[in-house]
């Protein structure tokens, strides 16, 4: 399930809104084997003691749908507090707290527990020479399960030269950050999503990829081609 974060604003009557659309697709919820289908997250309807009861609307319907599950209005907002949205994949969003902690978080997610929410530290950063770890442009993952599924790979693309990977609930060894330095200037803003057809890691501005399952690999580049209209 990916998820797409955007700014958000305070609406007139006190509703949380977009100023545009947080869009959830294409997978399985992070809780469950329930198919979810794609939605916008519109904001959420503060109901009390820092909480707001989400509103989405499914692509296949027209008016939006405020549910029960109740999710923090910070987290929603996105402007206060020390929780700062960083990215998100598979309906489990990333913060990056004050104490320099990534995190992934299953509370906007619709289908998700709202009492008993999922939030998972992962290893502190590490910064690699003449890089930085502060702006985060992206985080991206290989699976929806990144508490208990051995091969879901964790990867957080830095603004500059900086990519790290990381195996959240790897049992073999302690989990830590795979670290690999860009040497491209032209993807050192772009952003990194998984191919499930290639089982790969790759930029959306060129067609370089990662195997999480081969480490040992250096960076694959490809040609991308598109067939000429008959």
């Known amino acids: 399930m990916s998820l797409f974060l955007s700014r958000l604003r305070l609406g007139k009557e006190g509703l949380v809104r977009r100023s545009s659309l947080l869009i959830l697709s294409n997978g399985l919820s992070s809780?469950?084997?329930?198919?979810?289908?794609?939605?916008?997250?519109?904001?959420?309807?503060?109901?009390?003691?820092?909480?707001?009861?989400?509103?989405?609307?499914?692509?296949?319907?027209?008016?939006?749908?405020?549910?029960?599950?109740?999710?923090?209005?910070?987290?929603?907002?996105?402007?206060?507090?020390?929780?700062?949205?960083?990215g998100a994949s598979h309906g489990w969003i990333a913060t990056l707290k004050n104490d320099g902690i990534l995190r992934l978080q299953d509370d906007l997610n619709p289908y998700a527990s709202y009492t008993e929410p999922k939030h998972i530290p992962l290893p502190p950063l590490v910064t690699m020479r003449h890089c930085e770890t502060k702006i985060i442009t992206n985080v991206s993952?290989?699976?929806?399960?990144?508490?208990?599924?051995?091969?879901?790979?964790?990867?957080?693309?830095?603004?500059?030269?900086?990519?790290?990977?990381?195996?959240?609930?790897?049992?073999?060894?302690?989990?830590?950050?795979?670290?690999?330095?860009?040497?491209?200037?032209?993807?050192?803003?772009?952003?990194?999503?998984?191919?499930?057809k290639e089982r790969c890691f790759a930029f959306l501005d060129l067609i370089r990829s990662w195997d999480p399952c081969k480490t040992q690999r250096g960076p694959q580049v490809a040609d991308l081609a598109f067939p000429k209209d008959s």
């Open 31 to 86: 809780s469950s084997l329930h198919q979810t289908p794609p939605y916008n997250i519109l904001g959420a309807k503060p109901c009390g003691e820092g909480l707001g009861k989400l509103i989405i609307k499914n692509a296949n319907e027209r008016d939006p749908t405020e549910l029960e599950k109740k999710v923090p209005m910070e987290l929603v907002y996105n402007n206060h507090g020390n929780d700062t949205i960083v």
């Open 141 to 196: 993952m290989s699976s929806s399960f990144p508490d208990d599924d051995e091969t879901c790979v964790v990867a957080a693309k830095f603004l500059g030269a900086q990519l790290s990977f990381c195996k959240p609930a790897s049992q073999s060894s302690k989990p830590e950050w795979t670290k690999i330095r860009i040497k491209n200037p032209c993807l050192y803003s772009s952003r990194v999503v998984f191919s499930k």
